[in-house]
């Protein structure tokens, strides 16, 4: 095991700079994950720390070594791709021990550490088997099991779960946490799936257009968004956004609405704000905000409801059995409220 470490990492192709000095610091046997909307810059980022990108400037060191210029198989990491990458014409076994075979490892210790991989990840009745003979999900464990028998210092996941149904994602995100639990090897894991990020994760690394927005634990970037972009982008449903005014001691939202200052909060004079509220920090009660419903979704344990409130669109997501209807007045009550800066999305209360 060992920690990863990228210090001002950058990327350019030609005179276009992709990834703006990236600062990451991975602990031993932390499990962390990168996620960010398509095109921010974690596979690329991802890519570099495998060697299978250069990188322009900046060092990436892992187990305090740098390895800007060693090779991919030089660096004792193993990665495992979206699309699986297994050779269609060679066994579950042979897909498994084949590095190990490379490296001309005996073929007692390539089969007992096949058996170990196997064992772990439920694949013993498949090793005869092709690719070819497996489903979505086994074919993933077999590419795990590809990795683990290598036994590297780091994991390397490049959105390992895509190309699953979504029942399957949810067992094998499972089955990864549970299998980092055990093995306790340092993994990068890259995702656009926030769930994915927040369920899995010791460590979540916010990016977009090529630049770390927040580091933080899951709750941490849940509880204390440091801008928009992170508030938006964490919680599922997302963050309510409601554009206002601030006099001081309120927050005027439009068509005579008004909420109060989160606790705690100073804000001097007026200026524009926007207010966030998640989903789930609204409930519905008399002495709420005065809203119109628009849409009503039951998803079993709770029910998100799409209102309009001060003319713009939100969502509250309630535990309690309403009988709304399209075209009804309700009212919504913030129990948990946020301020940031509209012109840079910073955080203000």
Not at 186 to 192: D, Q
Not at 248 to 267: D, H, K, M
């Amino acid at each position: 095991m060992a920690a990863v470490t990228l210090s001002q990492i950058r990327k350019s192709f030609g005179s276009t700079e992709v990834v703006h000095g990236v600062d990451v610091s991975i602990e031993d046997g932390e499990f962390c994950v990168l996620v960010g909307p398509s095109g921010c810059g974690k596979s690329t980022l991802l890519r570099m720390i495998a060697g299978l990108e250069e990188i322009s400037a900046g060092t990436i060191a892992i187990g305090g070594r740098v390895v800007n210029a060693v090779a991919p198989k030089e660096r004792d990491i193993a990665m495992v791709f979206q699309n699986y990458a297994l050779y269609p014409h060679m066994t579950v076994f042979d897909n498994m021990g084949f590095s190990l075979k490379l490296a001309g490892r005996p073929s007692q210790e390539i089969r007992q550490r096949v058996d170990d991989a196997a064992q772990i990840l439920g694949l013993g009745e498949y090793l005869a088997r092709y690719p070819r003979q497996l489903s979505g999900g086994q074919r993933q464990r077999v590419a795990m099991g590809r990795a683990i028998v290598r036994k590297p210092q780091v994991f390397l996941f490049d959105e390992p779960l895509s190309n699953l149904d979504a029942k399957l994602r949810v067992q094998m995100r499972t089955e990864i946490k549970e299998l980092h639990q055990r093995l306790r090897t340092t993994s990068v894991y890259v995702t656009h799936d926030q769930i994915e990020a927040m369920t899995m994760a010791d460590k979540i690394v916010v990016m977009n257009m090529g630049r770390v927005e927040q580091i933080g634990s899951p709750l941490e970037l849940y509880d204390n968004p440091a801008n928009l972009f992170v508030a938006g982008f964490i919680g599922s449903p997302a963050m309510n956004f409601l554009s206002g005014k601030s006099n001081g001691t309120g927050i005027e939202l439009g068509q005579g609405i008004r909420v109060p200052l989160p606790g705690g909060a100073t804000l001097a004079g007026a200026r524009e704000v926007v207010v966030g509220v998640r989903p789930e920090h609204f409930s519905v009660g008399a002495d709420g905000l005065p809203a119109t419903v628009v849409v009503v979704e039951p998803t079993g344990a709770d029910t998100q409801v799409f209102c309009k409130l001060a003319g713009t669109d939100v969502v509250a997501v309630v535990r309690e059995r309403h009988e709304f209807r399209p075209g009804a007045q309700i009212r919504l009550a913030p129990q948990l409220t946020y301020l940031f800066d509209p012109a840079s999305g910073a955080r203000l209360a």
